[in-house]
Each structure stands twice: as C-alpha cells, then as structure tokens.
C-alpha cells in the first residue's frame, strides 16, 4: 500500500478532478479518499493592519552604539 498527498479544490457541483502518475496507468486501484477541511484565513485583514503602520517610524530611526571588536587569539 502506498499513499498520495495532495490538496485540492472541489467545484461548485461537488466534483474533484485526480490525475494520478503515469506510471499507474492501465492498473485496477483500491482507494481511500480522506480529507480535511482547509480554513481559510483572511490574509488582507493583515495586509490592512500591516499598511496601518507601515511608515509609522520614519520620523523615529532605530540608531545603533557602534559596538568596538575585540579579537580573541
């Protein structure tokens, strides 16, 4: 027995297209299908707070100490 993992989208009528390798080609398969659900997230609720802030330091520059190296012999 071997496994196949892969995500994929359903159409609205239910329907799921599954191409498998080639070299399966021509062969009789048992399968077991089990899926999960993906949640999808809202990415451009994070997009917007990220814009919101983006530029917020400018007037207000992160500086750094210049830091003396010392060499170990």
Same mark, same amino acid.
């Given at each position: 027995?071997?496994?196949?993992?892969?995500? +994929?989208?359903? %159409?609205?009528?239910?329907?799921?297209?599954?191409?498998?390798?080639? +070299?399966?080609?021509?062969?009789?398969? %048992?399968?077991?299908?089990?899926?999960?659900?993906?949640?999808?997230?809202?990415?451009?609720d994070l997009h917007?707070?990220?814009?919101?802030?983006?530029?917020?330091?400018?007037?207000?520059?992160?500086?750094?100490?210049?830091?003396?190296?010392?060499?170990? +012999?």
């Open positions: 027995m071997q496994s196949l993992n892969l995500k +994929a989208k359903v %159409d609205a009528n239910g329907k799921l297209s599954l191409q498998l390798p080639k +070299a399966l080609a021509n062969q009789e398969l %048992d399968l077991v299908i089990v899926y999960q659900e993906i949640i999808q997230t809202k990415s451009e917007d707070v990220v814009d919101n802030f983006y530029g917020c330091l400018s007037d207000d520059p992160i500086l750094l100490e210049e830091q003396t190296k010392q060499e170990i +012999a």
